[in-house]
């Protein structure tokens, strides 16, 4: 029977609760909105997840360590820019990616030393570089934009796996995805995540180096940033300080609504990637029906408070369950 129970856990759990509700929005989107079902919409979709679950795989990390990084989607925004700046300058691109790139793991880096180094909340801390990082983009290259990006580059991003719906960036994607997972559920650095954030004080203890730990996970979670700033570049073929303006809290709703505590210690990367395929399903959707995008800041904000408070009332309801199943013994 604790079998049966157990099992029935498992699959009542909120990863699975969060790939159902996924495949019940899109099944319904597929029926009541018009074009959803397309095999063009369907790789506009898997193009518009792209930066939200490129950003989310690092932010997973720092998340479980109780901490969080605002100001991914500046650092996209000011790694754009820089992009644009050096192309306008005459630099090749195959110089340019890199750069960007390490540009983005040196914001980062700037976010881990102040969170690891001054002890300084992460929550303050990425808030001030986030207005920081994208008033330094429009220093960059101010309202105006770059394009005329390399076309080997531009269609490769946008273009598709022979003729199918399926995105060429999508391989790669997968690919970051299954090492990002690896490392968190299956090696002694994902141990040390889950640890630092079940009880910093407690891994202390127990040998892990959380301050290091945390501060190369934002050095991590800078260089993704910088990496998707790259990809929506090319995407869009234009070079603008406001890109990814907003993207941090679609990443955040995204990484809560997969499981992830924002206490730190608990969620898991599946259960993220599903969080990231629903919300971007439901945005899809709305923005098919000519909803506006302040609505759908709305609608994603009404998602990240149900994926913090949900979570709490099913653990309380657990908890009670068990005192009012227990009947005394004769």
Aim: hydrophobic letters at 55%; a positive charge.
């Amino acid at each position: 029977m604790s079998d049966r129970g157990n099992r029935l856990g498992r699959l009542l759990s909120w990863d699975a609760a969060v790939v159902l509700v996924t495949v019940i929005v899109l099944v319904v989107a597929s029926g009541a909105v018009e074009n959803f079902g397309t095999s063009r919409n369907f790789t506009f979709l898997l193009l518009d997840l792209l930066p939200i679950a490129l950003v989310a795989l690092p932010m997973t990390f720092i998340i479980v360590t109780g901490e969080i990084d605002l100001s991914v989607a500046s650092t996209l925004g000011l790694t754009s820019a820089v992009m644009g700046s050096l192309w306008d300058a005459g630099m090749t691109i195959e110089t340019i990616i890199p750069l960007c790139i390490m540009l983005g793991a040196v914001l980062g880096a700037l976010n881990g030393f102040f969170v690891t180094v001054l002890k300084l909340p992460s929550l303050a801390v990425t808030i001030g570089t986030l207005a920081l990082y994208r008033g330094l983009a429009f220093v960059v290259l101010g309202d105006g934009a770059v394009a005329d990006f390399p076309r080997a580059y531009t269609t490769w991003v946008t273009g598709t796996i022979g003729d199918g719906p399926i995105p060429n960036v999508l391989i790669p994607l997968i690919v970051v995805a299954l090492i990002f997972g690896v490392v968190l559920h299956a090696t002694p650095i994902g141990r040390g995540v889950f640890a630092a954030g079940a009880g910093e004080q407690a891994a202390r203890f127990a040998g892990i180096r959380t301050g290091r730990l945390k501060f190369w996970l934002y050095v991590v979670s800078g260089a993704v940033a910088g990496l998707a700033g790259v990809l929506w570049t090319l995407r869009y073929s234009s070079a603008r300080a406001d890109n990814g303006f907003g993207l941090e809290l679609a990443v955040v709703a995204a990484v809560l609504l997969g499981g992830v505590s924002i206490f730190g210690g608990k969620g898991t990367l599946p259960g993220v990637l599903a969080g990231v395929v629903l919300l971007a399903s439901l945005q899809n959707a709305l923005r098919l029906q000519d909803v506006s995008n302040e609505a759908l800041n709305i609608v994603t904000g009404v998602l990240l408070i149900v994926s913090v408070l949900l979570p709490n009332i099913v653990r309380a309801a657990s908890r009670r369950r068990p005192r009012q199943a227990v009947s005394p013994e004769r």
